[in-house]
């Protein structure tokens, strides 16, 4: 099929709800991420998400709303912690999980009794799902593992051919995905960091456990709460490695690969004098947003480049730093090296 490549106009926003409406499926940008999006209501049609990326049948959906009061019809209840965590964070990247009413598609929760619904501040997002009528169940729209798009380009990469539009809504803001928090636990748990922090999570719930999934990688047989966070994930073609420590001891490793074809470094802004290897920047060492915003943009400019090997200054887990850190350490494949001398 021909993929449209459709703008941010009136006329092409109410296009992109008329294919919606029709049971189809269009990228749409978010302040987070693009997503591939479908009729969350229509359970064919939130299975043609799964085949146009290659997704795994056992990891559900993040259910988009325009308002507030669509929220109701798709839980069970909201209880009175999960409307004050709306009331603080919404319109933004916040998906808040809480049993699911009836009326969702067994699609949409990949078959768990939960649904995750998220109501993004995007002022585009928004009229796409008011033109389209319904809520909207959407994944990032990049292929299976891949690095999630932040822009048209980047969209159209990976769902040219798969899907009827995508729409061009510029770049993304924030550049990776949202936060993802259970209510549905006894202790609300974080599942996916993003850029609404632990700490503002926790300034309004009290308690927060943060899964273990997070920072690590689960041990074999341990079951995923999240079914997202198994996968590797947002990888490019290269190996990728973090190396933790200071500047200087990654130059000094550095230097001992360069020479080597086809190895980058992936490095902090400005670096780039001082690194003896090819490089690709992601955002100010002290910065988390500027690096969220990069990251998944200069995985694909690794690819883009025929990178084979690439080595990771690490960023700081702090605040924003923490959902940065979570995707370049499943990009890495969890693979984490020190290198200041011991
Ligand atoms: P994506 O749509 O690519 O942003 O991925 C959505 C993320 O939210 C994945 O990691 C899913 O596993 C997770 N998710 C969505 N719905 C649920 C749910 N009901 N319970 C637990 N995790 C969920
Ligand atoms: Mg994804």
């Keep these: ?34 997503g591939l999006a479908a009729n969350a209501m229509d359970g064919s049609a939130v299975a043609k998400i799964f085949h146009a990326k290659g997704r795994p049948q056992d990891n559900p959906l993040i259910v988009h709303i325009s308002e507030l009061s669509q929220w109701n019809a798709l839980v069970r209840e909201i209880p009175p ?8 964070y919404w319109p933004g990247p916040l998906t808040i999980i809480l049993p699911k009413s009836d009326i969702i598609p067994d699609e949409v929760s990949a078959g768990l009794d939960t649904v995750a619904v998220r109501f993004p501040s995007m002022r585009t997002t928004r009229k796409i799902i008011d033109a389209a009528g319904v809520p909207l169940a959407a994944p990032s729209a990049n292929l299976s593992g891949s690095p999630s798009p932040t822009c048209a380009r980047h969209t159209m990469d990976d769902m040219r051919g798969r899907i009827e539009a995508v729409l061009d809504g510029g770049e993304c803001n924030f550049g990776v995905e949202s936060t993802v928090v259970t209510l549905a636990t006894e202790v609300p748990r974080l599942l996916r960091p993003g850029a609404v922090t632990p700490e503002e999570l926790r300034e309004v719930l009290g308690s927060l456990a943060i899964d273990e999934a ?86 694909r400019e690794l690819d883009e480049r025929g990178a084979r090997q690439v080595y990771a200054r690490c960023p700081s887990t702090d605040g924003v730093g923490m959902a940065v850190y979570n995707r370049l350490l499943r990009a890495a494949g969890f693979s984490v090296v020190a290198c200041d001398a011991q």
Excluded: W
Aim: with cysteine.
């Design 1 to 34: 099929m021909e993929t449209l490549l459709l703008q941010n106009t009136d006329q092409d926003i109410a296009r992109a709800g008329e294919i919606l409406c029709g049971g189809g499926l269009v990228a749409i940008p978010t302040e987070t991420v693009y």
């Design 81 to 88: 912690h999960a409307m004050a965590l709306a009331k603080a």
């Design 214 to 299: 997070v920072m690590g990688q689960l041990k074999e047989g341990v079951q995923a709460v999240s079914p997202g966070m198994k996968y590797k994930h947002y990888s490019p073609k290269a190996e990728v490695t973090i190396l933790k420590g200071s500047l200087s001891s990654f130059c000094e490793f550095a230097a001992a690969q360069a020479g080597h074809p086809h190895t980058y470094a992936l490095c902090f802004d400005g670096e780039e004098s001082v690194i003896p290897l090819p490089c690709v920047t992601y955002g100010r060492e002290d910065d988390p947003l500027t690096q969220s915003h990069r990251l998944f943009t200069a995985l």
